[in-house]
Each structure stands twice: as C-alpha cells, then as structure tokens.
C-alpha cells in the first residue's frame, strides 16, 4: 500500500505560535516529527499486499481501530471532519476521489486542530515507552523512577530527580537539583537549570530554563529562554477546564491542566508570571516581573 501523509489544509492560525515557523506535522511529539510519528502508526496495520492508496493529513491522529475498520473497507472511502477538509483517503487510484464513499469519524480519534492537541498526542505516545536508552552521562546521586531515553552528549548531574517517562536529546544540561515529571520532552542542546520544575510538557531545541522556573504542561518552541523565577501557572482554582483564545473566541481546551504555548525565540525577563492557556508569539519578550493575562503577539 502507498502511504501519503499530506499536509495539513484547514485554517493553520488556530495552531499558533507552534506554525508560525513549521508546519504541524514537523511538531515533535516523543522525540520524533508528528508526521514521522503517523507514518509509525498507519504502517503497523496496514496490510504488506494492498495496493491501494492511503493518504491521511498529518493533523489527522486516527485511532487504530478506525484505521483497521477503514483499511476494511473495500471500496474508494474519505474520512471527513465536520467543519474542516477531508482527513483521510483510501483510493485505488487518484481518480476515485469524486467517487468515494464517506465512512464514518470515530470518537477516538483526534483531529489536531488547535496547539493543545499535541500535547495529547505526546501523552500517549510518552506512556507506551518501556524501556531505557541511555547513550549520554548520567552522574551520581540521580533518581530515574520510569523510562530514560537520553541522548549523546547530555549529561543528567547530581540531585535530579525524574518521575514518569522522560526523552532527553543530545547535548543537552539537566541540573543540579531538578524535577522532571510526567510525558515530558527535552529536545538538543537543552538547559533546566537549578531548581526547575518541568511536568508534562514538551520543550524543542535550545531552551534553556536555567534557574527557579516551572513549567507545566506546557509547549516551548526552539531557542527560548525562561528568566530565573519564570512561572507558568496550569491550574484553576475551580479545577474546571482551562480555556484559550483562538482567532477571537475563547475555546474549552477539554484540559485540567495546562500551561502556555511559546514559539521561538522568546525571551522571559526574571520573575515573569504566566496564565494558564496563554500563548506567547515568536521574538517577543517579557520585562522583570511581568504578568502574561493574555495572549501576546
């Protein structure tokens, strides 16, 4: 079977600051590309003698089950959303498309249309690893309570302790004295620095959080860097779902827990405070003391 993941072709604002500089599908979720990830998913299933074509967009996290009802199916079929572009196709050829037959979304399934959707996807992906992968330097006096991939050239130092599935990549600092906690990804050339907390989040290449931060279910796009005494807030106090902003309209994210959404390049001045469900826009900065109460572009 020929395996398309095309690029996603609904409304690419509602994702940022994460598409400001990529597109959805070279996001990481547990390390790797979101597309390369799919790719993973669909071809564990799909059948090595059907010669049909498969071609699914890369904001498309179908459920295994759909996908192994869909391959099922022997006739030209489309998955469509309610509201946005097809998400998926099965064709024996490219001209079968006007003649599909639409079978039906599932509920398990996941279409990624806003930033907080990644994080679901690096969730479930994080909670399957079961093994460890230690290609980097791990020092003395350091707690591993779950799975450690970490990467050449990284070195974990003394006092760090780590709770939950953790990916570190190359060349990477984490420590003295850090909590790491829940799904989380830490990409190249990382620092997390005395006294940091990081849970459940995932945080790209070059982000240095150096000194007395947390950051807490949470997405931080490359060559960030977080002031000493950066907090992100990720709870209510009426433990209801946190809400955003997206274009205009203030949306249920369906989280109890979640932080911020930062794209590239931002820099936090020290003792910088952020709401839950705010975003941050690429090459913006926070002065001393900063409150973030709402969405900065």
Not at 3 to 26: A, D, M, V, W
Not at 43 to 55: A, H, K
Not at 230 to 254: E, M, Y
């Amino acid at each position: 079977m020929k395996i398309i993941i095309h690029e996603y072709q609904g409304n690419k604002s509602f994702l940022e600051p994460l598409t400001c500089k990529r597109t959805i599908g070279e996001y990481p979720v547990a390390g790797i590309p979101l597309k390369e990830a799919l790719l993973k998913r669909i071809s564990r299933l799909v059948p090595e003698n059907d010669s049909r074509i498969l071609s699914v967009s890369e904001n498309f996290w179908i459920s295994e089950k759909l996908l192994s009802d869909f391959l099922k199916h022997e006739k030209p079929s489309v998955i469509k959303s309610e509201d946005g572009p097809p998400l998926a196709w099965l064709l024996e050829n490219e001209g079968d498309r006007n003649n599909a037959e639409e079978f039906p979304l599932d509920d398990k399934s996941l279409i990624i249309k806003y930033p907080w959707h990644i994080l679901s996807v690096h969730e479930e992906l994080m909670s399957a690893i079961d093994r460890d992968e230690i290609s980097g330097k791990v020092r003395e006096n350091v707690t591993i309570d779950g799975h450690l991939i970490l990467g050449k050239g990284s070195v974990i130092l003394p006092g760090v302790y780590m709770e939950g599935n953790v990916i570190i990549g190359e060349n990477s600092k984490i420590g003295p004295n850090c909590y790491i906690r829940g799904a989380t990804y830490i990409g190249d050339n990382c620092h997390v620095g005395q006294a940091v907390e990081i849970k459940n989040s995932i945080l790209m290449n070059k982000v240095s959080a150096g000194h007395l931060s947390y950051i807490g279910d949470s997405i931080i796009c490359p060559s960030t860097n977080f002031g000493a005494g950066t907090i992100t807030a990720n709870f209510r106090h009426d433990g209801k779902n946190h809400q955003s902003a997206v274009d205009g309209k203030i949306l249920d994210t369906g989280r109890r827990k979640f932080g911020t959404i930062i794209g590239d390049n931002v820099h936090t001045g020290i003792h910088t405070g952020i709401y839950p469900g705010r975003k941050i826009w690429p090459d913006l900065s926070t002065l001393p003391g900063d409150i973030v109460r709402k969405d900065l572009k």
